[in-house]
């Protein structure tokens, strides 16, 4: 069940950052009374009242500024925005109503997205000073009191923030929905393959612009099931390529990784592998999500009978902090194992909701660590006493141990080998807990 997304927007010092530390529970942004220091998005996961959503802190907005960094920041918030649910506009109530913070209400007020007033640095408790009202005047209905220094009102910011989440009944009717997102760097043909899809297949539902958290989402359903497509593209300017887009596409990444089951990785066939490509990927496994390899443009590459084992060696070693994700070379410019993503993608997601039952999971333990005894140290040795599945997407495993510190990465690699050999768990990462309890304790 995808979560989600609340954006802390609003000019520059207003306390965006403080309130978003506030709200998380921890010191995750960087906080100090200069405008500017937040520049990139920072999300974090917030809870109230039993619904759990990200929250994403954005660098302030100078709408009508030219300096560089400014704009940039500006466009990042922009992106925000697209890609949320529920936005909270941050103003000043010492500073009072500025002509940036009518601008910004005015952007938002044409993103159609449902918006919550918060004037910030409301310090005093009681009622609010007569200045408070002077935020009607944005025309975001009634604005919140909020201290986010001292926590003041943050609860009925919340309170306001809840009414506005997307029903769970929605995210529940689409749980037999594959969500899918196609990230890579820039022109790697993240677009063509969704126009290619889309050409492609004649039941497609419906091709909806601006909906939910990003520019467009591609419904299709088809004989091998429902998928929605997330479009990470869109970012690329053509009068100017420069370092603010390779950020852009790790940002928009971010998101649509956040928002899907499965993540396709497109890699340019033609110019290979790149460090950006890592970094693209690196989001997808650190979420825990399941993996499949694209290698674009497989139709404009000159080869051999062996070109491909050739690439697909030299990719394993590129990727080998991801060995489970598997490869598919295609073309979505002419199609080629276009149809065959659609059973891949099928695959690697059921893969990534594996449940496997404890007993079988200890047979499994028990014959490897017979074949191949725990470490030992000092004379103490590691001993395994049992291990369960606790939770999916990822399949993730909590083993009992008289030593964690005994319990080596090496053998931890060689227990996840043991575990993928036998149950399969292809295309997706597999997370490990440990936990250390005494022999009296498992008596």
């Known amino acids: 069940m995808t979560k989600p997304v609340v954006a802390v927007v609003g000019r520059p010092n207003v306390g965006k950052s403080t309130l978003f530390n506030k709200l998380i529970g921890q010191r995750l942004s960087i906080v100090e009374d200069t405008p500017g220091v937040t520049r990139d998005r920072i999300f974090a996961e917030c809870e109230w009242r039993g619904r759990t959503f990200m929250l994403a802190d954005t660098g302030g907005i100078e709408p009508q500024s030219g300096d560089v960094i400014l704009s940039q920041m500006r466009r990042q918030a922009q992106l925000a925005i697209e890609q ?15 002509a940036n913070d009518q601008s910004v209400a ?49 609860g009925d910011l919340l309170d306001a923030v809840f009414e506005h989440l997307p029903g769970e009944d929605e995210n529940e009717e689409q749980q037999d929905v594959i969500h899918v997102a196609v990230i890579g760097r820039p022109n790697a043909g993240k677009s063509s393959l969704i126009n290619c899809i889309a050409g492609e297949e004649r039941s497609i539902v419906s091709s909806i612009a601006g909906t939910t958290r990003d520019a467009i989402d591609t419904h299709i359903e088809n004989k091998h099931g429902h998928f929605v497509f997330i479009d990470t593209a869109g970012l690329r300017r053509k009068s100017r390529v420069d370092n603010a887009i390779e950020k852009y596409s790790v940002l928009r990444a971010q998101m649509a990784v956040e928002r899907a089951d499965v993540c396709v990785i497109m890699i340019d066939g033609v110019e290979g592998f790149t460090e950006q490509d890592s970094k693209v990927a690196g989001i997808a496994h650190e979420k825990g999500k399941a993996c499949i390899i694209a290698v674009n443009k497989w139709d404009a ?23 489970y994700a598997p490869f598919i070379f295609l073309s979505a410019k002419t199609g080629q194992r276009v149809e065959r993503l659609f059973e891949l993608i099928t695959f690697v997601s059921e893969q990534n909701s594996m449940r496997v039952t404890t007993g079988m999971l200890n047979d499994v333990l028990a ?24 939770s999916t997407k990822p399949p993730t495993f909590v083993f009992f141990v008289n030593r964690a510190d005994l319990f080596h990465f090496s053998y931890q690699r060689y227990l996840e080998n043991q575990l993928r050999e036998t149950f399969g768990l292809e295309g997706t990462p597999i997370r490990f807990i440990i936990r250390e309890k005494s022999d009296k304790q498992m008596k």
């Open 106 to 154: 005015s952007m938002l007020l044409k993103s159609g997205k449902p918006v919550v007033l918060c004037v910030n640095k409301c310090d005093t408790p009681g009622e609010p000073p007569a200045e408070f009202y002077e935020f009607y005047n944005l025309g975001m209905g009634d604005p919140i009191a909020v201290s986010s220094v001292h926590g003041m009102g943050t």
């Open 301 to 323: 590459v000159e080869k051999d009978d062996k070109t491909m084992d050739r690439m697909r060696k030299k990719l394993m070693e590129d990727f080998s902090f991801m060995p």
């Open 84 to 98: 949320a649910d529920v936005i909270i506009l941050v103003t000043d109530l010492r500073a009072g109503v500025t």
């Open 367 to 390: 014959l490897a660590t017979a074949r191949v005894q725990p470490p030992t140290d000092k004379g103490k040795r590691l001993r395994i006493y049992y291990m369960t599945q606790v």
